[in-house]
Antibody, heavy 121, light 106 residues
Framework: QVQLVESGGDLVKPGGSLRLSCAAS????????MTWFRQAPGKGLEWVSY????????YYGDSVRGRFTISRDNTKNSMYLQMNSLRVDDTAVYFC??????????????WGQGSLVTVSS | SLELTQSPSVSVSPGQTATISCSGDRLGEKYTSWYQQKPGQSPILVLYQTYRRPSGIPERFSGSISGNTATLTISVTQPIDEADYYC?????????FGGGTRVYVL
């Protein structure tokens, strides 16, 4: 079955960096676009970034553009999120999810368990 | 840019119908997905492309659209349906969520 496992979450100081990983199994990873979402404590879901199946196209939410970089390695069935210049308001549980369907038909049918990133001095 | 608006909470008695709405500019021209999230858990897709139910999701979950408002309806609501529900649609190369609706089954 589809499995997504995030790792790399940690406590980091403001201005610091962190790299999250998402390991995928149970499906043909190279055939799907992948996405990062986050959820701050007690708040709703927020889209962070997504990457096309080949990795050639990437998109970012306004709050992270220029600071975060999404990437993937289809040979390792893994996706990554490099987070730089971290701010206190980046504190959240970060989820990776599989995208299904093209364009506006797309939706997210499988989610990982999440990885907690805490930004605090 | 697209914004999706949901009411903060809905209360329903067991066995009754819960209605969760999501409104947004020109939402009627887009596809809406819905996610259920229970405390401490990851979201689960319960509806996609406005009406469609993934395998394993009970038939009591259904979707509709009227004008610029999408609706998730839970018929014969059960205590296990108590959760947060988020609607989602696409903006221009961006994923948009509503703020979420907490469904209380009292």
């Amino acid at each position: 079955q589809v499995q997504l496992v995030e790792s790399g979450g940690d406590l980091v100081k403001p201005g610091g960096s962190l790299r999250l990983s998402c390991a995928a199994s149970g499906f043909s990873f190279r055939d799907y676009y992948m996405t990062w979402f986050r959820q701050a404590p007690g708040k709703g879901l927020e889209w962070v970034s997504y990457i096309s199946s080949s990795g050639s196209a990437t998109y970012y939410g306004d709050s992270v553009r220029g600071r975060f970089t999404i990437s993937r390695d289809n040979t390792k069935n893994s996706m990554y999120l490099q987070m730089n210049s971290l701010r206190v308001d980046d504190t959240a549980v970060y989820f990776c999810a599989r995208g299904y369907g093209s364009g506006s038909r797309g939706y997210f049918d499988s989610w990982g368990q999440g990885s907690l990133v805490t930004v605090s001095s | 840019s697209l914004e999706l608006t949901q009411s903060p909470s809905v209360s329903v008695s067991p066995g009754q119908t819960a209605t969760i709405s999501c409104s947004g500019d020109r939402l009627g021209e887009k596809y809406t997905s819905w996610y259920q999230q229970k405390p401490g858990q990851s979201p689960i897709l319960v509806l996609y492309q406005t009406y469609r139910r993934p395998s394993g999701i009970p038939e009591r979950f259904s979707g509709s659209i009227s004008g610029n408002t999408a609706t998730l309806t839970i018929s014969v609501t059960q205590p296990i349906d108590e959760a947060d529900y988020y609607c989602q649609a696409w903006g221009t190369n961006a994923v948009i969520f509503g703020g979420g609706t907490r469904v209380y089954v009292l």
